[in-house]
């Protein structure tokens, strides 16, 4: 895709190339080099304002193309820490240039360093209707298809080593907390347009162990991947091969929105879902309607409650949230429903089976085999890394609720 047929937007509201104001906003003044000097350098007459969020300022640039346009900002590059604010202060940093903007330009919403994918996620979702091209910044846990590429010169990259060399060396320092990493220091610049909710899905790709995570519905994709459904449906097919429906309770320890949940429901199960995110559960409940109990007690606290007793505990895919694995040494269940990769087996699970006294392995099923799958529409793809299940049965104890 040509660059014009990006900053026009879906509107073609942009007339002219003179009416063309490009809006450039980071979170360090020193991003401008390392992932943005294509932008500095498309046109040298075009008007280029910055926005620097953890520096709260705004500052137009000087026309004269890229070398020209960093020059100016040597006296703003610091190793000082700062902090980006929230959406209504991105918003008031923006405000003097966005009735100009024809494009804004700003970090991945997924960028491995969190300060940069904030940057992104706000302003795609103040500069909502407006074009919004993101540079692909840091990932290594995904792969992200480009709609504008723009591979530099030789003369083009010496122009961003001698900035960084010469304006922000304290910053290629590893004892500075703001290291420039070399994999922030693109050769080739590489773009893709995000509307705000596209970006709050790639956000919550970040923070898929946190409470951001629930910023998209269906952040994984539970309802749209292949592997997905297929790691679901297999789980389902799982228990249901070891627990008679309605023999006994279940309880699901992180229910999420409740795709799994659904189907166990739907076969006969009573469940009972628990799910501490405020957003995920109220999708939760949506889901169930009245054919489930959903509780937000996270799994410590079922553990404290007597009457949270069940004949199997199911915890899938969701072992990365407990840190000590020997709490489930107090699970009140007779079997318990694992599901985690190959890595998290071997590394946590099976250490603590073997250390244990309390569990046993009666049984192990690959649920889903690793694939190389898309994650953010067909923006984002990874290599997913496979889906293990793993039955465990109190010692001593058989068959109790079971068709085993």
Not at 211 to 223: E, K, N, Q, R, T
Request: charged content about 25%; hydrophobic content about 45%; proline content about 5%.
């Amino acid at each position: 895709m040509r660059r014009s047929d990006l900053v026009r937007g879906d509107s073609g509201a942009m007339s002219t190339e003179q009416d063309a104001v490009d809006v450039i906003v980071v979170c360090r003044p020193e991003d401008l080099a390392t992932e943005f000097l294509s932008v500095l350098d498309d046109d040298p007459q075009r008007p280029v304002h910055a926005v620097f969020a953890a520096e709260g300022i705004s500052v137009p640039l000087p026309t004269g193309g890229a070398e020209r346009r960093l020059a100016a900002l040597k006296p703003l590059v610091t190793a000082t820490a700062g902090q980006t604010g929230d959406r209504n202060q991105m918003a008031s940093l923006m405000a003097p240039f966005l009735r100009q903007a024809a494009t804004v330009w700003t970090h991945c919403p997924a960028d491995e360093r969190r300060d940069r994918a904030r940057v992104g996620w706000l302003t795609a979702l103040v500069c909502a209707g407006l074009p919004v091209l993101h540079a692909f910044g840091v990932s290594s846990h995904y792969q992200i298809v480009s709609e504008l590429t723009v591979p530099l010169s030789v003369d083009q990259v010496k122009v961003k080593l001698a900035f960084l060399n010469e304006h922000a060396a304290a910053l290629l320092d590893d004892r500075t907390p703001r290291r420039v990493p070399t994999e922030a220091i693109a050769a080739c610049e590489r773009f893709l347009r995000l509307d705000a909710e596209e970006a709050n899905r790639m956000h919550a790709l970040l923070h898929s162990v946190e409470i951001d995570a629930s910023l998209a519905v269906d952040p994984w994709g539970f309802h749209q991947y292949g592997y997905e459904q297929e790691r679901i449906r297999g789980t389902a097919e799982w228990v249901g091969r070891h627990v008679v429906p309605g023999s006994g309770r279940l309880i699901e320890v992180g229910s999420c929105e409740g795709t799994l949940t659904n189907l166990l429901l739907n076969a006969g199960h009573l469940v009972l879902a628990c799910e501490p995110n405020g957003r995920f559960r109220s999708r939760l409940l949506d889901v169930v309607d009245a054919r489930a109990e959903v509780t937000a007690e996270p799994l410590e606290n079922l553990l404290r409650e007597p009457l949270r007793t069940a004949v199997a505990y199911l915890l899938i895919e969701m072992l990365y949230y407990v840190e000590d694995l020997t709490i489930l040494d107090d699970v009140p269940a007779e079997l318990l429903f694992l599901a985690v990769n190959a890595e998290e087996l071997r590394d946590r699970v099976e250490p603590w089976l073997a250390g244990g006294r309390t569990w046993e392995a009666v049984e192990r099923v690959e649920l889903v085999a690793p694939r190389v799958d898309f994650v953010c529409g067909d923006r984002v793809y990874r290599r997913k890394q496979g889906s293990v299940g793993i039955l465990c049965r109190r010692r001593g104890r058989h068959g109790v609720g079971t068709s085993a």
